[in-house]
């Protein structure tokens, strides 16, 4: 009986030092297959979508799991991490490049005016 109160505070002591309970680190990490499938599970879109339908589809999603509608941080967070791997994985848009409509050139207006 000592040894399963022992085994159960490590366990606790675990959890609360790393963050995860032990048997957390025997599972392999997902391999970036996965993680595609993962994601267009999250979004529900087919594999062979394109830009458009994966911002549509993020967009939707959002509306649904957003903090201000009720929503969890968590689930927003996760949208957003499919969305920027799906992108990712498409030919032309790697690198993280996310088209936000902000120019990304650093050449554009900052936002003050200038004194001339």
């Known amino acids: 009986m000592n040894y399963?109160?022992?085994?159960?505070?490590?366990?606790?002591?675990?959890?609360?030092?790393?963050?995860?309970?032990?048997?957390?680190?025997?599972?392999?990490?997902?391999?970036?297959?996965?993680?595609?499938?993962r994601a267009r599970q999250v979004l529900g879109v087919e594999a062979g979508a394109g830009r458009e339908d994966i911002i549509a589809a993020h967009r939707r999603l959002t509306t649904l799991v957003h903090p201000d509608k009720g929503g969890s941080t968590a689930a927003m967070q996760e949208a957003?991490?499919?969305?920027?791997?799906?992108?990712?994985?498409?030919?032309?848009?790697?690198n993280g490049a996310v088209d936000d409509g902000s120019q990304g050139d650093g050449g554009g207006d900052s936002g003050t005016p200038s004194r001339d």
């Open 4 to 37: 399963l109160v022992l085994i159960a505070a490590a366990c606790v002591l675990c959890r609360w030092a790393l963050g995860k309970w032990p048997w957390e680190y025997l599972r392999p990490a997902p391999t970036r297959a996965q993680a595609l499938f």
């Open 80 to 94: 957003n991490a499919a969305r920027d791997l799906l992108l990712d994985t498409l030919p032309g848009y790697g």
